[in-house]
């Protein structure tokens, strides 16, 4: 019998906030026992989440601020990403749900994406490792460059991910980008060169989101061999996400202690 699986999608955009605290919620379920989780969410308007070590000065906080763009500190590696015209993915699971070690999990979940990309007739690619793509030490925007094993179409990068590993579980997330980013976010954030879009690719963003949301769980499945049923947060994992969400409302850019993250 497939492993089961759960999967819930979130019924409407939420804050960098709340979305930063699920997924950190659903990382410490997984470490107590809960079954692997598919999430799939939107944020209210433009956000900019930060990586786990990312630095970040104060001036461009206050700039953000005054410009409408929300900055949170996510618990997962890599670099920075504009969020709001994106379709977000969050997988969590035991480490023993995933093939072994960071590469092949990563691997993996990247395929997928590709899967679910091409099911749309999106000529996606996953990144070959060695292929001289990793992004250069220093960049801030996640989505300037490609690194190993990430998501392109016609050479631009396409969907960015990172990941975080703690108490014998796994957090993957990753931002599929549905349309560009808008303009003046962007230059106030510092993001959106070097990538594309569905839109940019002749999808709809609405259309995308909703075939999305349909086809990277049967993508997952079929890769790895399991099933998903529909779900909602239990209240237990709810009531870790109200707290997390009050402690980053208190400091976004907070560096909360525990197991350092590997993204690539």
């Known amino acids: 019998m497939a492993e089961a699986w759960r999967l819930i999608v979130a ?3 939420a804050t960098g906030f709340w979305n930063m605290a699920v997924d950190e919620a659903l990382l410490a379920a997984a470490s107590d026992g809960v079954p692997p989780t598919l999430r799939l969410y ?7 989440s930060l990586g786990h070590a990312q630095p970040f000065d104060d001036a461009t906080l206050a700039a953000c601020r005054s410009a409408g763009v929300g900055v949170v500190r996510r618990v997962t590696g890599g670099r920075a990403v504009l969020h709001g015209a994106d379709l977000t993915y969050a997988v969590t699971a035991s480490e023993r749900a995933l093939p ?3 590469h092949a ?3 993996v979940l990247s395929d997928a ?6 099911g749309l007739g999106i000529r996606a690619e996953r990144v070959a490792r060695g292929a001289d793509r990793v992004a250069p030490a ?3 925007d996640c989505f300037a460059d490609a690194a190993d094993d990430e998501v ?3 050479g631009r990068k396409l969907a960015g991910s990172a990941q975080r590993r703690a108490g014998g579980a796994l957090l993957q997330h990753g931002s599929i980008r549905l349309a560009p980013d808008p303009p003046e976010a962007a230059r106030i954030a510092g993001t959106g060169a070097g990538a594309t879009s569905l839109a940019e690719l002749g999808m709809a963003p609405g259309a995308a989101r909703r075939t999305l949301a349909r086809v990277l769980p049967k ?3 079929e890769r790895l061999g399991v099933a998903f049923s529909s779900a909602s947060l239990a209240p237990s994992e709810r009531a870790r996400a109200h707290r997390l969400a009050a402690a980053l409302r208190r400091d976004p850019l907070a560096r909360r202690a525990g197991p350092s993250s590997r993204a690539f």
């Open 100 to 102: 072994d070690g960071l």
């Open 42 to 48: 939107g944020w209210s308007g433009p956000w900019l």
């Open 113 to 118: 994406l590709v899967d679910a990309l091409r």
């Open 11 to 13: 019924s409407r955009p």
């Open 219 to 221: 993508a997952l499945a």
């Open 105 to 107: 999990s990563y691997r």
């Open 152 to 154: 392109c179409a016609g």
């Open 138 to 140: 220093g960049r801030f």
